[in-house]
């Protein structure tokens, strides 16, 4: 019983730490994702857009996935913030391609659109687990 109760001492602090990285850094990709959305996807939630609740939920997963793959195959701290970041960029990349070819993307959102807002999670998503794959190798 020792020996378990000393790999989680020395253990638990490691994951804590990676873990609190990868959250940084999903919060940080959130962050950056709604700076770069031309409407805000906040208040439109707050105000019952179900459409804009989609899109960013697909964002907010298609962030979270690729940084939960970076997290599992690291090794150090620095590691997960190398791949973590290059994940972010790829994410974000895509999300505003994605919006680039959807004509009147944002304003669609707005008005409470879902099907271009089902797409774009679809987008979102899929390209998040590409993106997961090639970051797990």
Not at 76 to 89: P, S, Y
Request: glycine share 8%; net charge negative; aromatic share 6%.
């Amino acid at each position: 019983m020792d020996v378990v109760l000393q790999s989680f001492a020395s253990g638990f602090p490691v994951l804590m730490l990676h873990l609190l990285v990868t959250l940084a850094m999903l919060a940080g990709g959130v962050v950056l994702y709604t700076i770069t959305t031309p409407h805000k996807d906040f208040t439109l939630v707050r105000d019952g857009n179900l459409a804009a609740a989609i899109s960013l939920s697909g964002a907010i997963l298609g962030l979270a996935i690729p940084l939960a793959f970076c997290m599992a195959t690291s090794v150090t701290v620095a590691e997960i913030v190398i791949w973590g970041l290059l994940a972010v960029v790829v994410q974000i990349l895509a999300f505003r391609l994605s919006d680039l070819l959807l004509k009147d993307l944002s304003a669609r959102i707005e008005g409470g659109e879902m099907a271009p807002a089902v797409l774009l999670a679809g987008i979102k998503l899929s390209v998040a687990a590409i993106n997961a794959a090639a970051i797990s190798g």
